[in-house]
């Protein structure tokens, strides 16, 4: 794959921008840019009803926290604008009007009266319904006076009647259908606006486009996509649909409703969601990348420029893919390990502002640094981290009673312990973990029951950055102190 491509990436802002767009985006991307070639953002607006204030931002938005730049587009201007639909209404004319005078498209001036009337009738006999033809046939001279005299009408695709007309997808190859079974489907609305089957075939053709990756749903079109693409002479693009995504479970195709029950229970598909949620658009690139494609048989962590240099459309894989959340922290944590501690404080400071917490500077530092070996989530730093930023910390009772060992053994081993470190300078975990080591064994317990119930009094919770990185954060003075506190609420308890 040497020769320099051209996509586009063309969403119709009528939502939040889920992964499968970024999806589609994202291989745009890496096309474009393992190919050296361009890669044009689109927006596709013509369904002026459909269309969410602020969508196109989010898209926008959404593209650059992934890390994804293009080379043209409706903020970037370029050579073939508009970049918006909505805007280029003369062009998709003019382009319906040579299909009429090529006799490969016809203005159909029945009213939606009549049409509705006939979905019924067809209904009633279980037909699939379709135009059946009326204004098909009749004759130029009357068509263009009624046109001319500014007669209501669409503009519809007069598809052949006879044979059958195929497309090749590139992960699936030929895409065959009887071309009876085809509507006269309609170009341009009575409005004037272009319906996608036309604006889009347009706008690949006069932006250079070589290659078409889109969503999977729109594969069944394919076939008709590809006669406005030969009724015009054109050269069609290689076309490319990628994989559909299923549910979690795996069961069943991934719908509107579902990513809505899916957002319920913490999970969501939107990107704004998962950026919202403390998730790294490193991770969540390396996540969608691997839904559809493969980039190497045993290794699944990858960085945006490593991505590029692996992409091939060879790699890509028609078989729907199964969205795992357990697959997107994994891809969150590997990547949180992989930024240097600095990054991470970066990116920990506005979620513990967030979280109330005025957290700055060196101690910052320190505990992005003991946090980074732990947490999924950004987000997960405050519930795990957030005790740094606490004077004083609530352990719960039990969870200062070691595993096996009664409330009074507990509080003698918690008292052991604090003497042991109060001979002692600041921690100093290479010296003091063999000498804590050393004293559970002396005093007959395991390490770990040990380690469990100096966690809960130094930290107030059962799950925390490594016990020893955590003591030399909040130093010396504090952590006897608080295992004077746990131990203190341990005697009370025995009375
Ligand atoms: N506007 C279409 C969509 O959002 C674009 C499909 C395509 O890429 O051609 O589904």
Same mark, same amino acid.
Request: aromatic letters at 8%; one cysteine or more.
């Given at each position: 794959m040497t020769e320099p491509v051209c996509v586009r990436f063309a969403p119709s802002p009528t939502g939040h921008m889920h992964i499968g767009s970024a999806r589609t985006a994202l291989y745009d991307y890496l096309l474009a840019r393992k190919t050296g070639g361009r890669f044009i953002l689109r927006i596709e607006d013509t369904d002026q009803k459909r269309l969410i204030p602020g969508a196109e931002q989010e898209i926008i938005d959404g593209l650059h926290w992934l890390g994804l730049d293009w080379d043209? =587009? $409706?903020?970037?201007?370029?050579?073939? =604008? $508009?970049?918006?639909?909505s805007l280029a209404k003369e062009i998709y004319l003019e382009h319906a009007r040579q299909l009429i005078a090529n006799d490969r498209a016809y203005p159909c001036f029945c009213t939606s009266e009549r049409l509705a009337a006939l979905r019924e009738s067809q209904r009633q006999r279980k037909e699939n319904p379709?135009?059946?033809?009326?204004?098909?046939?009749?004759p130029p001279s009357e068509a263009a006076r009624r046109m001319a005299a500014g007669e209501t009408h669409v503009i519809r695709f007069k598809t052949p009647k006879e044979g059958s007309t195929a497309a090749v997808d590139l992960l699936r190859g030929e895409i065959r259908v009887?071309?009876?079974?085809l509507d006269d489907f309609i170009l341009v609305k009575s409005d004037g606006l272009a319906l996608y089957h036309l604006a889009a075939m347009v706008d690949d053709n006069r932006m250079g486009v070589t290659h078409v990756l889109r969503g999977a749903e729109w594969l069944s079109t394919l076939p008709l996509h590809a006669l406005v693409v030969r009724a015009f002479g054109w050269r069609e693009p290689v076309w490319c649909h990628l994989s559909v995504f299923l549910k979690p479970s795996g069961k069943g195709k991934m719908s509107k409703r579902d990513s809505a029950q899916t957002a319920t229970e913490?999970?969501?598909?939107?990107i704004r969601d998962l950026r919202e949620e403390g998730y790294l658009p490193e991770a969540i690139v390396n996540w969608i990348a691997l839904m559809g494609a493969s980039f190497d048989e045993t290794e699944d962590v990858f960085s945006l420029e490593e991505l590029v240099r692996r992409f091939?459309?060879?790699?890509?894989?028609p078989s729907p893919a199964a969205i795992s959340y357990e697959k997107a922290d994994h891809f969150n944590g590997t990547h949180i390990r992989l930024l240097s501690v600095e990054d991470l404080t970066a990116l920990l400071k506005p979620v513990f502002e967030k979280a109330g917490y005025a957290a700055d500077g060196e101690r910052l530092r320190k505990v992005a640094a003991a946090v980074q070996v732990r947490i999924?989530?950004?987000?997960?730093a405050v519930a795990m981290?957030?005790?740094?930023?606490?004077d004083e910390v609530h352990p719960e009772a039990h969870d200062l009673v070691g595993k096996g060992l009664t409330t009074a053994q507990s509080a003698d081993a918690l008292r052991a312990a604090r003497e042991l470190l109060a001979?002692?300078?600041?921690?100093?975990s290479a010296k003091d973990e063999a000498a804590l080591r050393a004293l559970a064994e002396r005093l007959g317990y395991k390490p770990g029951v040990l380690f469990g119930m100096m966690r809960a009094a130094i930290t107030?919770?059962?799950?925390?950055?490594?016990l020893f990185a955590s003591m030399e954060i909040i130093g010396r003075k504090t952590y006897l102190a608080r295992l004077e506190a746990a131990e203190e609420l341990l005697r009370k308890m025995v009375g």
């Amino acid at each position: 794959m040497t020769e320099p491509v051209c996509v586009r990436f063309a969403p119709s802002p009528t939502g939040h921008m889920h992964i499968g767009s970024a999806r589609t985006a994202l291989y745009d991307y890496l096309l474009a840019r393992k190919t050296g070639g361009r890669f044009i953002l689109r927006i596709e607006d013509t369904d002026q009803k459909r269309l969410i204030p602020g969508a196109e931002q989010e898209i926008i938005d959404g593209l650059h926290w992934l890390g994804l730049d293009w080379d043209e =587009g $409706p903020d970037k201007g370029g050579p073939h =604008g $508009p970049y918006r639909q909505s805007l280029a209404k003369e062009i998709y004319l003019e382009h319906a009007r040579q299909l009429i005078a090529n006799d490969r498209a016809y203005p159909c001036f029945c009213t939606s009266e009549r049409l509705a009337a006939l979905r019924e009738s067809q209904r009633q006999r279980k037909e699939n319904p379709r135009y059946d033809g009326t204004c098909r046939n009749l004759p130029p001279s009357e068509a263009a006076r009624r046109m001319a005299a500014g007669e209501t009408h669409v503009i519809r695709f007069k598809t052949p009647k006879e044979g059958s007309t195929a497309a090749v997808d590139l992960l699936r190859g030929e895409i065959r259908v009887e071309n009876g079974t085809l509507d006269d489907f309609i170009l341009v609305k009575s409005d004037g606006l272009a319906l996608y089957h036309l604006a889009a075939m347009v706008d690949d053709n006069r932006m250079g486009v070589t290659h078409v990756l889109r969503g999977a749903e729109w594969l069944s079109t394919l076939p008709l996509h590809a006669l406005v693409v030969r009724a015009f002479g054109w050269r069609e693009p290689v076309w490319c649909h990628l994989s559909v995504f299923l549910k979690p479970s795996g069961k069943g195709k991934m719908s509107k409703r579902d990513s809505a029950q899916t957002a319920t229970e913490g999970h969501s598909i939107f990107i704004r969601d998962l950026r919202e949620e403390g998730y790294l658009p490193e991770a969540i690139v390396n996540w969608i990348a691997l839904m559809g494609a493969s980039f190497d048989e045993t290794e699944d962590v990858f960085s945006l420029e490593e991505l590029v240099r692996r992409f091939d459309l060879k790699h890509l894989n028609p078989s729907p893919a199964a969205i795992s959340y357990e697959k997107a922290d994994h891809f969150n944590g590997t990547h949180i390990r992989l930024l240097s501690v600095e990054d991470l404080t970066a990116l920990l400071k506005p979620v513990f502002e967030k979280a109330g917490y005025a957290a700055d500077g060196e101690r910052l530092r320190k505990v992005a640094a003991a946090v980074q070996v732990r947490i999924v989530t950004l987000d997960d730093a405050v519930a795990m981290g957030g005790f740094f930023f606490h004077d004083e910390v609530h352990p719960e009772a039990h969870d200062l009673v070691g595993k096996g060992l009664t409330t009074a053994q507990s509080a003698d081993a918690l008292r052991a312990a604090r003497e042991l470190l109060a001979a002692e300078p600041e921690f100093e975990s290479a010296k003091d973990e063999a000498a804590l080591r050393a004293l559970a064994e002396r005093l007959g317990y395991k390490p770990g029951v040990l380690f469990g119930m100096m966690r809960a009094a130094i930290t107030g919770q059962t799950v925390s950055p490594p016990l020893f990185a955590s003591m030399e954060i909040i130093g010396r003075k504090t952590y006897l102190a608080r295992l004077e506190a746990a131990e203190e609420l341990l005697r009370k308890m025995v009375g």
